[in-house]
C-alpha cells in the first residue's frame, strides 16, 4: 500500500535537551527548524502469509524543536567547532530528529542542498545563551569571556544558521560591555541578509 502526501508538519520533543533542569519561562528558548525532503516506510500489518507497508516516496517535512539550556545546544554543534568557532552539522542534526522522535520510519531523502536548517531565537534568548555556554571561569578561546560570546554569536550567523537576533545579541553585548572590535564584520551579515531578499 503506497500514499503520497506533499506536506507535513512534525512537531518534535525535545531529544537534544539532556540537562536534569526543570523547563521554565525564564531560560533562554531557541527553536530549531529544519525543512526538507524525506520518506517514509512503515511496516503496519507484520503477518506470516502478508506484509503491509505504508509508504510515502517523498514527503516535505518540517521539523521544529525547542532548546532552552547550554548542554542541549552544545548537541547541535559540530563536535569539532572549538578549533574555529560554532558550527552545525545539518545532516547529523536533522537524521539525529528523525531517528529519535516518534517518527519511525521517516530517512532524510537529498543531500545537504535539499534541506534548509536554520537556529531562532530572540535577542535576549540569545545572549543568555550564549553567555550560558561560556561560564566564569573557563579558558576562553577568543580573548575575555564576553568578546567570545560575541563571535561564537557572529560564527552561527556567518553559517547562515542563525537568524539576525544572533548578531543583535552580540551587537548589544559589544556596546553595553565597550568591546573593542569592529562592528563591521557583524553588521555587514544583517546587510547581506537584507540583499539576499
Known sequence: MTTDSSAE???????????????????????????????????????????IVATHEVSEV???HEINTADA???????????RGPTLCKN???????????????????????WSLTI????????ELGLAMEPEGNLHRKGGR????????????????????AVLAALDLIEHHDIDCSWSLFTDLLIEEESDE
Open 62 to 64: 518540517a521539523i521544529e
Open 120 to 127: 531562532e531565537g530572540t535577542v535576549e534568548d540569545w545572549k
Open 146 to 165: 564576553i568578546e567570545t560570546v560575541c563571535w561564537n554569536l557572529r560564527d552561527l550567523a556567518s553559517d547562515g544558521f542563525s537568524n539576525d537576533s
Open 9 to 51: 508538519m512534525l512537531d518534535a520533543e525535545s531529544v537534544f535537551d539532556q540537562s536534569s533542569e526543570p523547563t521554565t519561562g525564564a531560560l533562554p528558548t531557541v527553536t530549531v527548524v529544519a525543512t526538507g525532503p524525506a520518506t517514509f516506510s512503515r511496516q503496519i500489518c507484520p503477518d506470516d502469509e502478508a506484509e
Open 92 to 114: 547529523t542534526i536533522v537524521d539525529w530528529v528523525l531517528d529519535e522522535h516518534a517518527m519511525d520510519g521517516y530517512v532524510r531523502a537529498g543531500g545537504p542542498e535539499a
Open 73 to 83: 545546544f552544545e548537541q547541535v554543534l559540530d563536535p569539532q567547532f572549538k578549533g
